[in-house]
């Protein structure tokens, strides 16, 4: 069972936009950066957000994140099909000293 | 640019060690301020991470697995190393390396799997 809770799975058409949550608590999520990572089948995750909203360098500006309180969200807006991957939110943990926890994952359908 | 590659046995027996290498290419192991991580991630689960080395040799462990895990580092060879022991069924996963803070850089993974 994670520490984070993501939904397990979110569709949307192509075009459109879909957002992901990852909720947490004050000893993780509420105090500390989260970042989402992308795994597309069968390959390695892919670091897509850091710091709640920044991209790094190559991952366009369709994707963004926020966070409010315990909470954090990703959006992906222009949905294509290559979009389709499991997403991962992940921070720190204060409460188990300085220990890395992620959330169980959301499936992307993009239909 | 930066490269990790994990390495080592897909195939270990209960109650035996799992021990993996992740070797990085590209820059110094030692440049920068980085530090080094591993993660897993068993079948059509989640990701659960391991723990982190540092230059310095010194290293964190998640709690669940603390008894069990030890995490080096030889610079020397530009590798990391985890070694996982006492290892059951539970443990057979994908087991990812990755460059920290912000596991910006992963491994492609290598799949490991505990049976006699």
């Known amino acids: 069972q994670s520490v984070l809770t993501q939904p397990p799975s979110v569709s949307a058409a192509p075009g459109q936009k879909v957002t992901i949550s990852c909720s947490g608590s004050?000893?993780?999520?509420?105090?500390?950066?989260v970042s989402w990572y992308q795994q597309l089948p069968g390959t390695a995750p892919k670091l897509l957000i850091y710091e709640n909203n920044k991209r790094p360098s190559g991952i366009p500006d369709r994707f963004s994140g926020s966070k409010s309180g315990t909470s954090a969200t990703l959006g992906i807006t222009g949905l294509q099909t290559g979009d389709e991957a499991e997403y991962h939110c992940g921070t720190w943990e204060s409460g188990l000293g300085a220990v890395v926890v992620f959330g169980g994952g959301t499936k992307l359908t993009v239909l | 640019q930066v490269q990790l590659q994990e390495s080592g046995p897909g195939l270990v027996k209960p109650s035996e060690t799992l021990s993996l290498t992740c070797t990085v290419s590209g820059d110094s192991i030692s440049s920068g301020y980085y530090y080094w991580t591993w993660i897993r991630q068993p079948a059509g689960k989640g990701l659960e991470w391991i723990g982190r080395?540092?230059?310095?040799?010194?290293?964190n462990y998640n709690p669940s697995l603390k008894s069990r895990v030890t995490i080096s580092i030889d610079t020397s060879k530009n590798q990391f190393s985890l070694n996982l022991s006492s290892v059951t069924a539970a443990d057979t996963a994908v087991y990812y390396c990755a460059r920290s803070p912000g596991l910006d850089i992963w491994g492609q993974g290598t799949m490991v799997t505990v049976s006699s």
């Open positions: 080395v540092y230059t310095s040799g010194s290293a």
């Open positions: 004050s000893s993780n999520v509420g105090n500390n950066y």
